[in-house]
Structures are given as C-alpha cells and as structure tokens.
C-alpha cells in the first residue's frame, strides 16, 4: 500500500476510507440515471409515440454498448496517464449525456444521449476499482468494496422508487428527473477533483525495468490464465441476468403481473435493497475464507439461478416478491466484491486499470446484449418469461465453465506438485 494511502490527516478520515465513500456516491449517481427511466418506459413510449419494445430496448443497449466499449480503453489509458485524468471528464460527459436525455424530442435524441451517457461512466470502473484496490489495506478489500458497490443499490431504489412515485403516483413529467440527476453527476465530479490524489505513473527505473515489465497487464496476464478466463465468463453470464432484471423487471411486473403506481418501483427496489446485506455478508466470508471465493461464487450463483426461475414460474405475487428478495441477496451485486477481489489477487499490480477494464468488458458486452434481446422476445412472444428462461440458461453454463476451468487449474497445479 503505498503511503498516501494510509497516511491519516490531522483530526481527518483515513485517505481509504474517504476513497471508498467517494465512489460509493459514484455509484449511487451512475445507477439513478441506469434505472431512473426504467419503470417509467411505457409513459415515455407513449410520450414520444415509440411503438416497440425492441425500440425501448436499444435505449438501454446503446447505452451499455457505449460504456462496454470504453472499458478496456480508459483501463489502459488510465494506467498510463492517471486515474483521475480518465474520471473527472468522464463524469462531465456522463452530466452532457443525461441533460440531452432529458431535454430529447425523440427516440433519437434518447439514443444519442443515453450513448453519451454511457462513454462518460465508461470511464469509471476500471480507474475507480484500481485506486481502491491499490489504497484500501488488502484484509479489508472485499468488506470494503461491498460498501462502495453498496451504492449501486442505494442508486438503484432511488431511481427505481423516484421515479415511479413521482411520475406514476404524482403525475410528474419524467424530464425533470434527469436534471436533478445531471445536477448530481457534476457535484460527485467536483468530489473526485478535491478528494483523489492520482499522479501520472512514473516510467520504471532502469535497474527494476525487468521486474516492473513482469508487473503489467500483458495479454499473457489477461487471456494466458484460465482462472482470468474463467472470470470473464461468469461475469458475462452473472451482468445478463442482472441487467436483463434491471431493464425489464418494472416493465414486466405492470403489464403481465398486474402491478400499479408505486408498487412497481418498490417491488423492483427490492432487489436492490436485499443485495446490501448479502453483500457485506458474504465479502467478509470472502475476506475470512480467501481460498473458498470461487466456491463461495458458484454456490451464490446456482441459489440466484434457481430464484430468478421461481421469481417468473410461481404465480403468487407474494413468493414472486420473496424470490426477488432472495435474487437480490445472493444475485450479482453479493458476487460483485467476490469476483473483484478475486481478479485483485491474480492480477499484475501495476495493470490494476487495464485488467478490471477488461474484466468488466465482458461483463458488460451482456448487458449490450440483454435489454435488445429481452425487448425482441417480448415483441416476437407477447411475453418477457422466455427472456428470464434465456437469463437463468446463461447463468446455468457460465457457472458450470467456473467450476470446470478451476477444477482444471487446481489439477494443473497439484500435477506439478
């Protein structure tokens, strides 16, 4: 760790401790504007006279299309360069994005800001999970990194709960909403420029070049490890579910189960709300049992599976709202911290950015994919099920590949032994 990290001020907060609040908020803003229109959709579909669902769906995909492409590039460039530099002018066209969603005449206007919204918070994961995995004491790195994805739920019921109620039960235009969220961006982009300290990365001394170069994200490091691999492919099938949820789930609940108003906001928050615990839980369980994560991942992950089929296959409204509870609890967002400390012990260390940048590419190439797909099966079938069915296969093969290639790696390693 190095000094500035752990150097504490006078009468102040550890700097790790003001870094994982800090993106904690970041969090919470990226994840109002990704849900904030989600329960509201019919309203803006009928509002600017869109007529398909796979329309409505590309607003999502654009987005994620835009972000999932800036992955491995501001990954890169921020190992180069320096973190910050890659997140406050991210942030501000993520602002630019949201304003243009908010003002949009058309579904084309929606695209293009939702596009540019998604290159300015592309910017984010790989810089932000770099600087907290290189300043946060690595016995605390797990727990700690549920805290900062812990805003990723406290952004989701907002948006979720904001705009349902306000729109659905209050009767208010949903622009408004994206001008408070832009209003929201710049404040945590004026946080970043006064609480980070990022310097451009020093070029390697002449006598430790060869260590240094041992030290970097290469594409042996990234693609050469079957433990990486691995960790690609489960994240993939983990962010399809989640985000297939995450578009479609308000939508779902009002037209094929009959929820009204508010109720579809608060039904959907729950899965936000019952990933907080899960959460903290299990990283500390991550955090006591470090050699168990991947076996702590696939177990969450056959239990988020089995639920997101009950959530869609049980009629009761009252268990559909128990399964999505449980979904929540053991879901994506309990894996999350897992799977990032997980890639923080196998990668090089001076590669941090690039290789959480990668990471997080194939992750989110799913939810690309996810919201279009989910919107084409509702078209074709009059119904979202088959898209949940497609969600749960996914999770089913991604999860069996974890199992598989671990099993592989620990033969490898025992052979040699």
């Not at 990290?5 to 803003?29: H, R």
Request: glycine share 10%.
């Amino acid at each position: 760790m190095n000094q500035q990290a752990s150097t504490k001020p006078k009468g102040g907060m550890e700097y790790w401790k003001k870094i994982v609040i800090l993106f904690c908020l970041g969090w919470t803003v990226i994840w109002i504007y990704r849900t904030v229109l989600n329960p509201i959709l019919p309203e803006i579909k009928v509002q600017l006279g869109i007529e398909s669902d796979a329309s409505m769906g590309l607003i999502s995909s654009l987005f994620f299309l835009a972000y999932t492409s800036m992955q491995i590039p501001s990954g890169f460039l921020a190992d180069k360069f320096g973190r910050k530099i890659m997140l406050i002018p991210g942030f501000l066209i993520f602002a630019f994005g949201a304003f243009t969603v908010g003002i949009a005449p058309s579904l084309l206007f929606l695209l293009v800001g939702s596009f540019l919204a998604g290159l300015g918070q592309g910017t984010y994961y790989g810089p932000a999970y770099s600087i907290s995995s290189s300043s946060i004491p690595n016995e605390k790195r797990s727990f700690s990194t549920a805290i900062i994805n812990s805003g990723s739920a406290l952004g989701m019921a907002i948006g979720y709960i904001g705009s349902s109620y306000l729109v659905k039960g209050l009767g208010w235009d949903w622009r408004p909403l994206l001008f408070v969220t832009t209003a929201l961006i710049i404040a945590v982009a004026i946080a970043f420029g006064k609480v980070i300290k990022d310097k451009k990365p020093e070029p390697a001394a002449k006598a430790g070049q060869e260590k240094e170069a041992g030290d970097k994200a290469t594409l042996k490091t990234l693609f050469g490890d079957i433990r990486m691999i691995s960790a690609y492919v489960i994240y993939f099938a983990i962010c399809y579910g989640y985000y297939m949820i995450v578009t479609w789930l308000p939508s779902y609940l009002q037209m094929e189960r009959g929820f009204q108003g508010a109720a579809i906001g608060f039904a959907s928050a729950l899965v936000a709300f019952a990933s907080v615990p899960g959460a903290l839980l299990f990283s500390k369980l991550s955090d006591k049992f470090k050699n168990r994560k991947i076996m702590v991942v696939i177990i969450l992950q056959i239990i988020a599976a089995l639920t997101l089929y009950l959530t869609v296959a049980i009629q009761s409204n009252n268990l559909l709202i128990l399964f999505l509870i449980m979904y929540g609890f053991f879901g994506k967002l309990a894996v999350d911290p897992i799977m990032i400390s997980y890639v923080a012990d196998i990668a090089p260390k001076q590669g941090y950015s690039t290789t959480f940048g990668v990471f997080n590419f194939f992750g989110m190439m799913s939810s690309v994919i996810a919201p279009f797909v989910t919107g084409v099966i509702s078209d074709a079938t009059g119904s979202k099920i088959l898209g949940f069915y497609l969600a749960i296969a996914i999770i089913i093969v991604g999860t069996a590949f974890l199992f598989i290639a671990n099993m592989i790696k620990r033969t490898k390693t025992q052979t040699r032994h």
